[in-house]
């Protein structure tokens, strides 16, 4: 299993706000940025939040991202069906030097 | 525009290796690191090292230490991955990703198209 924490669904209506948690340990997220990548259906994984809030140009604002302690949440406000796909956090871990992902949360639109 | 153009799809053997190539173009090449995630088929991401396209300093993931080899060639702004002692559950699609940051602790900006590499006998 995944060493960061990430519910495997979640689901909205057009329009409404959603948030992915991540939750993780001292010697990743409560040490380290975090980051989010959306993937959607048959492509490859985009930079959608890094350092934890900071959107990359081009990313709308209705994504945001926060971390506290240990844990870390997307939120996507204004939910729209283009939204659908896996959303997968990601950090730096110190004890095993490793890059560490979340499992990946399924965001349906419903 | 930063571009990562990965080569085509693999068909390997258990037991052999596979050598991923990921050109890079739209940006200075030695600037940035490149690392390599992969996921295997219905899964997750699951990151396999990092390499400086500056030095070629390596940071490898310990699970797959002795079994992975990265290399750059700056002639040519190309990284590659090899890996060796393939198994079944190596099948995945392999992606090369630019890291702005000092062995990939700074996330990474922009991706490949990705490289199915089948494993089977």
């Known amino acids: 299993q995944s060493v960061l924490t990430q519910p495997p669904s979640a689901s909205g209506t057009p329009g409404q706000r959603v948030t992915i948690s991540c939750s993780g340990s001292s010697s990743n997220i409560g040490s380290n940025y975090v980051y989010w990548y959306q993937q959607l259906p048959g492509t490859a994984p985009k930079l959608l939040i890094y350092?934890?809030?900071q959107r990359p140009s081009g990313v709308p604002d209705r994504f945001s991202g926060s971390k506290s302690g240990t844990s870390a949440s997307l939120a996507i406000s204004g939910l729209r069906s283009e939204d659908e796909a896996d959303y997968y956090c990601a950090a730096w871990d110190d004890s095993l030097s490793d890059v560490v992902f979340g499992g990946g949360t399924k965001l349906t639109v419903l | 525009q930063v571009q990562l153009v990965q080569s085509g799809a693999e068909v390997k053997k258990p037991g052999a290796s596979v050598k991923v190539s990921c050109k890079a173009s739209g940006y200075t090449f030695t600037s940035y690191g490149i690392s390599w995630v992969r996921q295997a088929p219905g899964q997750g991401l699951e990151w396999m090292g990092w390499i400086s396209a500056y030095n070629g300093n390596t940071n490898y993931a310990q699970k797959l230490q002795g079994r992975v080899t990265m290399t750059t060639d700056t002639s040519t702004s190309t990284a590659y991955m090899e890996l060796r002692s393939l198994r079944s559950d190596d099948t995945a699609v392999y992606y090369c990703?630019?890291?702005?940051?000092?062995?990939?602790?700074?996330?990474?900006?922009?991706w490949g198209q990705g490289t199915l590499v089948t494993v089977s006998s």
């Open positions: 990703a630019r890291a702005p940051g000092i062995a990939a602790a700074d996330g990474f900006d922009y």
């Open positions: 350092r934890n809030n």
